[in-house]
């Protein structure tokens, strides 16, 4: 009886320091994410006023004015682009992460009922991780 309790402590706390690592890797990894995806449409939006600026002061405007209209304008497409993308990711992280959390309900109401586990559904419930 004491070595079964002694496993069940072990496993308990091998699964909370597991539980705390992954939770600081999930939030290093979503801190990271969010801040790229904010770098990237800031770097965007800022070549854009850049270049709109060397257009205003631009010492040969009849020459070049081709060449600034043009850079505007594939940094506009560009940053509107990035834009788009940033969200469609933060959309789809936040889709991932709604159907991880049905799965973990799921496999918890599943637990509740259980007292043994087969390897089948500890492969289950590892794949979350």
């Known amino acids: 009886m004491k070595k079964n309790n002694m496993k069940e402590k072990a496993l308990h706390i091998k699964i909370q320091l597991s539980k705390k690592m992954i939770y ?3 939030i290093i ?3 990271t994410f969010i801040l790229l995806s904010i770098l990237s449409i800031f770097i965007s939006s800022s070549i854009v006023v850049l270049n709109l600026y060397s257009i205003r002061w631009n010492d040969f405007p009849k020459q070049t004015m081709a060449f600034f209209f043009a ?3 594939i940094a506009s497409i ?3 682009f990035i834009s788009f993308q940033s969200f469609l990711n933060i959309t789809n992280r936040k889709y991932i992460l709604k159907e991880n959390i049905a799965k ?3 496999i918890t109401s599943i637990l509740k009922d259980k007292t043994e586990l087969s390897q089948e559904e500890i492969d289950n419930i590892m794949e979350l991780f």
């Open 29 to 31: 990894y979503r801190l």
């Open 78 to 80: 560009s940053t509107f």
């Open 24 to 26: 600081k890797k999930f």
């Open 104 to 106: 973990n309900d799921e």
């Open 71 to 73: 850079m505007s304008l």
